[in-house]
């Protein structure tokens, strides 16, 4: 079954750092979205992504964040000056459609620690 | 304002039946999913409804109640590997933002 996949699966940064975070969402999926998870916490939407450009974001998703699909498989997640508060696993997901019945399928996440 | 409410924690034997209940308040609805995660994984779709009414999926029903704000995940036949957290979540209206409720953590004892 196809999967989404994303690396690294840990990633440890020194504050003040940029990271990203990449996703291979599924193959003919349109839609992608990332979603952070503190530890304990709920999962929070941050973005969602289609047709090259951002559709819908969340008040988590300031100025230091960005995303990008490079090229036609991969989609990014950029913290450009990682704070403590950042440290969390962050899940990539991908759908078919963008809304309706269409589930999203979520990649196993990378869990990002700030020091 | 936006709020899903589950129950926190919950126990059940194995074998048995057991309803996991989430109740919503959100910026308008466009349909709401049940997720599975084990701990230090990702979440995984179980369900989904967008009218009222249950769906069925195997061990796995689902029921949703518009006019109430309201829905269940009920789970059959209780295994031990159902011991997980069982996420509630509302799509809202526009497609694209899904609002995830804390979970209610279910353990399964022998």
């Known amino acids: 079954e196809p999967e989404v996949t994303q690396t690294p699966s840990h990633q440890v940064t020194q504050m003040g750092q940029e990271v990203i975070l990449r996703c291979v969402p599924i193959?003919?999926?349109?839609?992608f979205y990332w979603y952070r998870q503190i530890l304990g916490q709920k999962v929070e939407f941050l973005v969602s992504?289609?047709?090259?450009?951002?559709?819908?974001k969340s008040e988590i998703f300031d100025d230091q964040f960005s995303v990008e699909r490079p090229d036609g498989s991969n989609f990014t997640l950029k913290i450009r000056s990682t704070k403590l508060e950042d440290s969390a696993m962050y899940f990539c997901?991908?759908?078919?459609?963008?809304?309706?019945?269409?589930?999203?399928?979520f990649g196993d996440g990378t869990r990002l620690s700030i020091l | 304002g936006q709020n899903i409410d589950q129950p926190t924690e919950m126990t059940a034997t194995e074998g048995a039946i057991v309803q996991i209940n989430c109740t919503y308040q959100?910026?308008?609805?466009?349909?709401l999913f049940w997720y599975q995660q084990h701990a230090g994984e990702a979440p995984t779709f179980l369900s989904y409804?967008?009218?009222?009414g249950l769906e069925e999926k195997g061990r796995f029903s689902s029921f949703l109640s518009r006019s109430k704000g309201y829905s269940y995940l009920l789970l059959k036949e209780l295994q031990m590997k159902d011991s997980a957290s069982y996420l509630c979540?509302?799509?809202?209206?526009?497609?694209?933002?899904?609002?995830f409720g804390a979970g209610t953590r279910l353990f399964v004892k022998a």
């Open positions: 997901a991908s759908s078919e459609a963008g809304g309706g019945h269409q589930p999203q399928h």
């Open positions: 193959s003919n999926h349109l839609y």
């Open positions: 992504f289609y047709n090259n450009e951002i559709s819908e």
């Open positions: 959100t910026s308008g609805f466009n349909g």
């Open positions: 409804n967008v009218l009222d």
């Open positions: 979540a509302v799509r809202e209206t526009g497609g694209f933002k899904t609002i």
